[in-house]
């Protein structure tokens, strides 16, 4: 019997394959019809193309499978994108929990995200206990993940066996031949324009796609894990970076004060429809603001455990094995 993994073919999704083969799992890999997906096929595993709003086809998908791993979901920082949001993100896992359940899944897991558990401006470490909605940010993206993992949750206290995990921003190597991190390739080409303001917890997609697997035994049905990592500013990440994967920090530094204005400007121009990425209103806002976490329940149930943020670093740039 099968691990159906569903964004088999995306960052971490890979990973998890990855992962649960090396514990001897058989894979079903759930793949998107028109997204490339020979970095999966050369492994070995079973492959299911789908739509995860296809209902029918989501319960053929999970016919047979012990677990799903439910890792596929949109990731976009545009209003011009809230619909195909919440589709994707609510109306998703919720095909997917009845899919799993048809199916006779014994364990089911969601991938959420860190940003759900909120954000402060006062440097706080937050754990899984923390509420924070409705967010101040008002990110559509996070609004809709926090709604999806909220159904999973809800399931869950229903006496169906499903938890979610929410990783923190994840660095690490591409398995699909595209090229790192935006981030990591901005900074050692000497191109971003200004190091913003607040902090973020990084962690390697290898050390999450560990503790999920690991979570097919070993996690609770009903909580929820965060995945977090090393919490550090803005400008502590971007000095860290530069060195351990070469390149330029920028020189210009964004105050709060500049930052608001950046981002007034963007709704603005966000009302008129001109607003493009990477400075979209959604970006500003997620700007100025602390997501640091810990990850105590994860380390202690899952035995996770991230490794140092110059390992992180240098393993995304392929400088240091896996």
Same mark, same amino acid.
Request: net charge positive.
């Given at each position: 019997?099968?691990?159906?993994?569903?964004?088999?073919?995306?960052?971490?999704?890979?990973?998890?394959?990855?992962?649960?083969?090396?514990?001897? /799992?058989?894979?079903?890999?759930?793949?998107?019809?028109?997204?490339?997906?020979?970095?999966? &096929?050369?492994?070995?595993?079973? *492959?299911?193309?789908?739509?995860?709003?296809?209902?029918?086809?989501?319960?053929?998908?999970?016919?047979?499978?012990?677990?799903?791993?439910?890792?596929?979901?949109?990731?976009?920082?545009?209003?011009?994108?809230?619909?195909?949001?919440?589709?994707?993100?609510?109306?998703?896992?919720?095909?997917?929990?009845?899919?799993?359940?048809?199916?006779?899944?014994?364990?089911?897991?969601?991938?959420?995200?860190?940003?759900?558990?909120?954000?402060?401006?006062?440097? /706080?470490?937050?754990?899984?206990?923390?509420?924070?909605?409705?967010?101040? &940010?008002?990110?559509?993206?996070?609004?809709?993940?926090?709604?999806? /993992?909220?159904?999973?949750?809800?399931?869950?206290?229903?006496?169906?066996?499903?938890?979610?995990?929410?990783?923190?921003?994840?660095?690490?190597?591409?398995?699909?031949? *595209?090229?790192?991190?935006?981030?990591?390739?901005?900074?050692?080409?000497?191109? *971003?324009?200004?190091?913003? %303001?607040?902090? %973020?917890?990084?962690?390697?997609? @290898?050390? %999450?796609?560990?503790?999920?697997?690991?979570?097919?035994?070993?996690?609770?049905?009903?909580?929820?894990?965060?995945?977090?990592?090393?919490? %550090?500013?803005?400008? /502590? *990440?971007?000095?860290?970076?530069?060195?351990?994967?070469?390149?330029?920090?920028?020189?210009?530094?964004?105050?709060?004060?500049?930052?608001?204005? #950046?981002?007034?400007?963007?709704?603005?121009?966000?009302?008129?429809?001109?607003?493009?990425?990477?400075?979209?209103?959604?970006?500003?806002? @997620?700007?100025?603001?602390? @997501?640091?976490?810990?990850?105590?329940?994860?380390?202690?149930?899952?035995?996770?455990?991230? #490794?140092?943020?110059? &390992?992180?670093? #240098?393993?995304?740039?392929?400088?240091?094995?896996?």
């Amino acid at each position: 019997m099968p691990v159906l993994v569903t964004g088999a073919a995306g960052f971490l999704g890979a990973h998890i394959v990855r992962a649960l083969l090396r514990t001897g /799992e058989d894979v079903r890999a759930l793949i998107r019809p028109d997204r490339p997906c020979n970095h999966i &096929r050369k492994v070995g595993v079973e *492959l299911v193309e789908g739509n995860i709003l296809d209902q029918e086809a989501m319960i053929r998908a999970c016919a047979g499978a012990h677990s799903v791993i439910h890792c596929a979901s949109l990731v976009s920082y545009r209003s011009k994108h809230k619909r195909a949001l919440q589709r994707i993100n609510v109306d998703g896992p919720m095909n997917m929990l009845r899919a799993a359940k048809a199916g006779g899944a014994r364990r089911f897991i969601h991938v959420s995200s860190a940003g759900v558990i909120g954000a402060t401006v006062e440097q /706080e470490v937050l754990d899984e206990t923390a509420t924070s909605y409705p967010d101040p &940010r008002h990110i559509p993206y996070l609004a809709t993940k926090h709604e999806g /993992e909220s159904r999973v949750l809800a399931a869950a206290w229903g006496g169906f066996p499903a938890l979610v995990v929410n990783p923190s921003l994840m660095l690490g190597p591409r398995l699909d031949g *595209l090229p790192p991190s935006p981030l990591i390739a901005g900074i050692r080409r000497g191109r *971003l324009p200004w190091i913003p %303001v607040g902090g %973020v917890s990084v962690t390697d997609v @290898s050390d %999450v796609a560990d503790a999920i697997v690991r979570a097919l035994s070993a996690g609770r049905p009903g909580e929820r894990y965060l995945l977090a990592g090393h919490n %550090v500013t803005w400008e /502590e *990440l971007y000095q860290a970076i530069v060195d351990d994967a070469d390149g330029r920090l920028p020189k210009k530094r964004l105050t709060l004060r500049q930052l608001k204005t #950046r981002r007034l400007y963007a709704q603005f121009k966000d009302k008129l429809h001109l607003a493009r990425p990477p400075w979209t209103p959604e970006v500003y806002r @997620s700007y100025g603001t602390y @997501s640091w976490f810990r990850s105590d329940k994860a380390m202690n149930e899952l035995g996770y455990l991230p #490794r140092p943020l110059p &390992r992180i670093i #240098r393993h995304t740039v392929r400088k240091e094995a896996p």
